[in-house]
């Protein structure tokens, strides 16, 4: 079975791929995102969360955030087509 991923964006294959799409770490990336294109609001999740990170701070948090949910995604995409 060969399956084509050309031209799949981050988000579309993790929407994908991942096995519970609606978990928290995603969640927070869209909350870091938030924040980081200021469009937060007072009281919020977002600003409750991440309102007193530096942007640095931001960075670092949504790419851990991020390695950890395309892991999911990755293993749950081995898994389905390549199963040992």
């Known amino acids: ?6 031209h799949i964006s981050e988000w579309d294959f993790i929407e994908r791929y991942h096995p519970n799409y609606n978990c928290n770490e995603i ?26 990170y530096t942007e640095e701070e931001l960075h670092e948090e949504r ?3 991020m390695r950890e949910v395309l892991q999911e995604a990755f293993d749950n995409y081995l898994d389905k087509y390549y199963p040992v």
Request: hydrophobic share 30%.
């Open 1 to 6: 079975m060969e399956v084509e991923l050309n």
């Open 27 to 52: 969640a927070w990336i869209d909350d870091i995102d938030k924040v980081l294109d200021g469009e937060n609001e007072p009281g919020d999740c977002a600003t409750r969360y991440y309102g007193n």
């Open 63 to 65: 790419n851990r955030l």
